[in-house]
């Protein structure tokens, strides 16, 4: 009796082994799936939700007329243009836009994302959309700042988590933390801060734009930099869609007219 008592208890902890197992699957099949049909997600419900700043000109801000507007915008609405659905943005700060992605309030970051080992751990890139380095920006009267070097013990004003607050770290500069370029610059031109590491190509834009602001650029990376729409990992198939369009914006000449439009170069 025992041992008939011990094989049925043996044959129900296996059978509840079992079903433990198969439910686990079928989670895992679940969420895999979730994840894998975000594209046919988006085609469905006609709506590509984009997490940007609004604050970084010429990439993307508010016109004055309250639009937004700007490179990376335009670059996504015509993507979004050929998936056949509506770009959403939802406007958030720097060092939000990763935490926002993760919660998955939206589908993908437009906000000239630079791609480093530290991202791709984490992210999946799509192809770089733009190319760049990162220049030094000071006030017009400061001429104790020559190059990169001299930041050292210095405050710049830089987001955390952006490669331009790593590279000023690596310098030895003393963070300013910050929303955004527009802030950087305002703490510079008050003299609240010595420097701010940013994008050339933002730099050049802004000093086109205010040519009367006491802002001086005086030192250039020679590395440039790739920078690209950022996605939560296991989204494969959206990733491969937005590298087929950029590639065919690429191909004829879409891209490189948005470029021209903003920076009168192809950037691309």
Request: one cysteine or more; a negative charge; aromatic letters at 8%.
């Amino acid at each position: 009796m025992k041992k008939l008592f011990s094989v049925l208890s043996l044959i129900l902890l296996l059978a509840l082994v079992a079903c433990s197992n198969s439910n686990d699957s079928s989670n895992k099949t679940e969420q895999t799936t979730e994840e894998s049909s975000l594209l046919e997600t988006i085609k469905k419900e006609g709506k590509l939700k984009i997490g940007t700043e609004g604050t970084y000109a010429p990439f993307t801000f508010h016109d004055e007329s309250g639009k937004l507007t700007g490179y990376d915008v335009e670059v996504i609405e015509e993507i979004a243009k050929r998936l056949g659905v509506e770009p959403e943005f939802y406007e958030t700060q720097w060092d939000a836009m990763f935490a926002g992605l993760d919660s998955k309030r939206f589908d993908v970051i437009a906000n000239q994302v630079g791609i480093n080992e530290e991202r791709l751990e984490k992210y999946d890139f799509s192809v770089p959309y733009t190319k760049s380095n990162a220049v030094l920006l000071v006030h017009k009267d400061n001429d104790e700042i020559q190059s990169f070097e001299d930041i050292k013990g210095k405050v710049a004003a830089q987001t955390l988590t952006s490669n331009y607050g790593k590279l000023a770290e690596s310098y030895g500069a003393k963070i300013e933390k910050i929303d955004g370029f527009n802030q950087a610059i305002d703490l510079v031109i008050s003299k609240r801060a010595d420097g701010t590491f940013n994008d050339k190509i933002s730099a050049l834009d802004f000093l086109h734009q205010r040519p009367e602001a006491p802002i001086k650029m005086i030192d250039e990376a020679k590395d440039v930099s790739e920078n690209a729409f950022v996605f939560r990992k296991g989204n494969e198939e959206l990733v491969e869609e937005f590298n087929r369009i950029l590639n065919e914006m690429k191909e004829d000449g879409t891209l490189k007219q948005i470029s021209e439009k903003w920076f009168g170069e192809d950037v691309s």
